[in-house]
Structures are given as structure tokens and as C-alpha cells.
């Protein structure tokens, strides 16, 4: 039962993953690439993104990230984000014309602003799954404790600065 717990837990990343892979895939074609190169340009992004934006989920929910923390998440997209586009790039055929270093370097990079959309997509989506789930998983249901903990914890807060 526990794989099919967190296999729920993953799937909110995963869909936020998949999406901004086809998304990109839709960017390739608007761009001028043949439709057959923005498909596999598409399918080459999407599943590494949905991959790692499932890990993510699967990482929250086992405690390796906290809810409403960027910094760990920002420093697990910037090797994610990289990797995933070494993958793209590599099966898509078209190469790497600056080497493998530069191309991972400006990936670093860019992760960072792809970081910060995903963390506030999956922030904002993953409440509303884990309430959905909670009853039949107990791991959404621990985690979606925390989450309301942490909504808590800014109310307090933000009642303490008035």
C-alpha cells in the first residue's frame, strides 16, 4: 500500500511536469520546428519533468522538503531542470553546438525560474488533492497536516504584524 501512497502523492508534480513539458513541445512549434520535431520535443521534456515533479511530491510527502520552503526545492530543480534537457536535447538529435558544461550551466539557471513557477503551481494545487485523498492515505493525510500547520503558522503571523 505504501508505493500506491505515495504514488498519489506524486501525481500533482507529475501533471505540473508533464504540462510544462508539453507546453515547451507547443513553444517548439510556434517557434517553426516541424510538427514531428515539436512532438518528440514535446515527449522528450514531458517525461523527465514528469518524472522529477513526481519525485518531488514523493519527497514531500516522505519529509525531504518542507511546504512552503523554496530553498531545497529551488536546489533540486536546478539539477532536475538540467538533466531533463541534457535528456531533451540528446534524444531530439539536434546536439549540443557549446558542449555539455556551458549548455548544463545556462540549464542551472533557467531551473531557477522554472523552480519558482512549479513551487507555486504545486503549492497551490497539492492542498486540494491531498484533502481529496487524506481519508483512503494516510501519507496525504500527514502531509496535508503539515500543510495546515504551515497555513497556521502564516496566519499567525501575518495577525502578529497588524
Known amino acids: 500500500m505504501d508505493g500506491r ?6 501525481l500533482p508534480g ?9 507546453m515547451a513541445g507547443g513553444l517548439t512549434l510556434i517557434a517553426g520546428a516541424p510538427t514531428g520535431m515539436a512532438a518528440l520535443s514535446a515527449l522528450t521534456l514531458t517525461v523527465p519533468l514528469a518524472l522529477f515533479g513526481g519525485l518531488y511530491g514523493v519527497l514531500l510527502g516522505h519529509g525531504v522538503f518542507r511546504p512552503g520552503t523554496f ?9 532536475a531542470f ?37 513551487i507555486w503551481l504545486h503549492e497551490r ?12 492515505n494516510p501519507r496525504a493525510e500527514a502531509l496535508l497536516g503539515l500543510y495546515v500547520q504551515h497555513a497556521e503558522a502564516l496566519r499567525v503571523r501575518k495577525g502578529a504584524r497588524r
Open 5 to 10: 501512497h505515495s504514488l498519489e502523492i506524486a
Open 14 to 22: 507529475a501533471s505540473i511536469g508533464a504540462v510544462a513539458g508539453a
Open 71 to 79: 530553498g531545497p526545492a529551488g536546489l533540486y530543480w536546478m539539477a
Open 82 to 118: 538540467p538533466v531533463s534537457r541534457l535528456v531533451q536535447e540528446s534524444l531530439t538529435g539536434i546536439g549540443l553546438a557549446d558542449g555539455v558544461f556551458g549548455f548544463l550551466a545556462y540549464q542551472a539557471m533557467v531551473a531557477l525560474g522554472f523552480a519558482i513557477g512549479f
Open 125 to 136: 494545487l497539492i492542498p486540494y488533492w491531498l484533502m481529496r485523498r487524506a481519508d483512503a
